[in-house]
Nanobody
Framework: QVQLVESGGGLVQAGGSLSLSCAAS????????MGWFRQAPGKEREFVAG????????????TYADSVKSRFTISRDNTKNTVYLQMNSLKPEDTAVYYC???????????????????WGQGTQVTVSS
């Protein structure tokens, strides 16, 4: 079992920034692929960003939804069992509950596939005002 706890959500004006954190416990964090998803009111949950087990950015192993590319950055610190989502240039349409998700690296599936993830956090609200 892996327990995931998100934090860092809140209210911010358009153009501002927020940094989300997701702390993991229960299993070897470094062996898990991590993802961020979000769900806006009245909409289905959607993929935001995914990160492989690697913590070294220049090696790749990450991907983003088109809607957040160049604005959001996913990173992880395996020594702290934490994955982060830095969100810049926020827009009102980024308003949603943001969820952290984890799956074992050996488990097949794409970063953006919800069904591939085994564990989910309870979510943190991000509200962007215009």
């Amino acid at each position: 079992q892996v327990q995931l706890v998100e934090s860092g959500g809140g209210l911010v004006q358009a153009g501002g920034s927020l940094s989300l954190s997701c702390a993991a416990s229960g299993r070897t964090f470094s062996g898990y692929v991590m993802g961020w998803f979000r769900q806006a009111p009245g909409k289905e949950r959607e993929f935001v960003a995914g990160r492989s087990v690697s913590t070294i950015t220049w090696r790749g192993g990450y991907t983003y939804a088109d809607s957040v590319k160049s604005r959001f950055t996913i990173s992880r610190d395996n020594t702290k069992n934490t994955v982060y989502l830095q969100m810049n240039s926020l827009k009102p349409e980024d308003t949603a509950v943001y969820y952290c998700a984890a799956r074992a690296a050996a488990r097949s599936g794409s970063y953006s596939s919800e069904d591939a993830y085994e564990y989910w956090g309870q979510g943190t609200q991000v509200t962007v005002s215009s």
